[in-house]
């Protein structure tokens, strides 16, 4: 592994939007390696979660493929070895 890619998806209405998001988890589910969900309990319906991802290039198409979701802030920390 050359890289380790931490990706954070926030999703604003979780009841809303993250159907959508699960479905292209599961599509691209090979490339999680760690998941990790949060939620606010002073505003449940928001949402955080953080990935870390594979160093591949269907980790740029599931990245793309969420930040396409309206309602949906996807934000990623790139380390490099």
């Known amino acids: ?3 380790h890619i931490i990706v954070g998806v926030h999703i ?3 009841e809303k939007h993250a ?3 699960q479905q292209i988890f599961t599509r691209y589910g ?3 390696r760690t998941r990790l969900g ?3 309990e002073i505003c449940p319906s928001n949402g955080l979660i953080l990935l870390e991802m594979a160093d591949t290039p269907e980790t740029c198409e599931m990245i793309a ?3 396409a979701i309206e309602g949906v802030d996807v934000g990623q920390m790139v ?3």
């Open 19 to 21: 159907p959508q998001v």
């Open 12 to 14: 604003v209405d979780r």
């Open 38 to 40: 949060l939620h606010d």
């Open 1 to 3: 592994m050359d890289k």
């Open 65 to 67: 493929a969420v930040e």
């Open 30 to 32: 090979n490339q999680i």
């Open 79 to 81: 380390f490099e070895h």
